[in-house]
């Protein structure tokens, strides 16, 4: 079965098609009826500017995947598959299920118990405001909650999103961790690619969606204010899964995975129209028992990209001399017994 979503506008179409496949990997009947159901959310997902050609196809198993769409460009030592969308001058790096289920639940808890609090704020509330996990632990069910209203938050240097620019001064405190996962995975493109990527991690907007908001969407747009856009943008997911299209590729992103945007593609448009709003593969990454970032996280999608906006590119990553941040993905069998 096919379910096709046009997503309209005069100058400018992108159309999803998704396939509803046999296996457990792709798309869950369930989701198909979701992506069904935003036909018009996708028709009104503004701010796409840019005339797209070419019909996306939702890339959902990578792993059988020869096409010229997305091939498999080599294994990581540590038995990561990394695959690049042919699209693009091939400058888009996908690695599914680079995040076990237990760092997708450190990530998050690092973020709502600690990042998200620091001084100076900046993040999408009108207000600057302390606590805001702690405040949500009272009553999760509270949509009026600021936690539950959060849509973006900045660490590192902040992104002024009115005026589309960074300012030195304006900067908060940057988490060794992030630092860690994006030098760790532009290390792990390299030792399977011939040119090598390298960057310093200095910025990250930290993206909330919550499935209970439908407007929690991000329309079409670039990440091209930074100075040193020639450096790669690293995205992590993590909670549920969603649909991030680029130029004119459509990807499934579930909790875990790894999404690289180097040279070309940092000019590329790219949205997130769609998120999955209990799609099982995402929940079954994640620890569904009591705890309450795991709960957090099975209603909502977080996005985290990392990037480079000031200083000159360093030497590429040698992969050799990383202290790795303890990540290794156990498998979604290992995944599916956890929450037996
Ligand atoms: O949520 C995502 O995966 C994409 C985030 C993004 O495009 C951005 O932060 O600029």
Not at 202 to 226: K, P, Q
Request: aromatic share 8%; net charge neutral.
């Amino acid at each position: 079965m096919v379910v096709k979503v046009q997503y309209a506008k005069p100058k400018f179409f992108w159309t999803m098609t998704a396939h509803q496949p046999s296996t457990s990997s792709g798309l869950t009947a369930a989701d198909s009826l979701i992506l069904r159901k935003n036909e018009k959310l996708l028709r009104g997902c503004p701010s796409i500017q840019h005339a797209s050609k070419v019909l996306p196809t939702l890339i959902t198993e990578p792993q059988n995947c020869e096409s010229e769409r997305i091939c498999l460009v080599g294994k990581s030592k540590r038995g990561f598959n990394i695959y690049r969308l042919a699209s693009l001058k091939n400058s888009v790096y996908f690695i599914p299920g680079y995040l076990d289920a237990g760092t997708v639940t450190r990530v998050a808890s690092e973020i709502v118990e600690d990042l998200i609090d620091n001084p100076p704020h900046a993040n999408s509330l009108p207000e600057p405001r302390k606590n805001l996990w702690h405040e949500y632990l009272q009553d999760p069910l509270d949509q009026s909650l600021a936690m539950n209203k959060l849509r973006w938050s900045c660490v590192g240097y902040h992104y002024d999103w009115g005026n589309r620019s960074y300012d030195p001064t304006k900067r908060s405190k940057f988490p060794k961790s992030f630092t860690a996962y994006y030098e760790e995975i532009l290390a792990c493109i390299n030792e399977v690619t011939e040119r090598p990527l390298s960057g310093k991690a200095e910025s990250a907007i930290i993206n909330f969606y919550h499935s209970h908001r439908i407007s929690d969407r991000l329309g079409g747009h670039r990440d091209d204010v930074e100075v040193t856009d020639a450096t790669p943008l690293v995205s992590l997911s993590l909670g549920l899964g969603g649909i991030f299209l680029i130029e004119d590729q459509a990807i499934y992103l579930q909790s875990g995975d790894v999404l690289v945007m180097a040279d070309e593609a940092r000019q590329s448009l790219h949205a997130v129209p769609v998120i999955f709003s209990g799609d099982r593969r995402s929940s079954s990454r994640v620890h569904l028992d009591k705890d309450p970032i795991a709960n957090f996280l099975a209603k909502t999608r977080i996005s985290i990209s990392v990037r480079q906006v000031y200083s000159e590119a360093p030497a590429p990553v040698d992969v050799h001399n990383l202290c790795f941040y303890s990540v290794k993905y156990h498998g979604q069998e290992e995944a599916d017994q956890r929450l037996v």
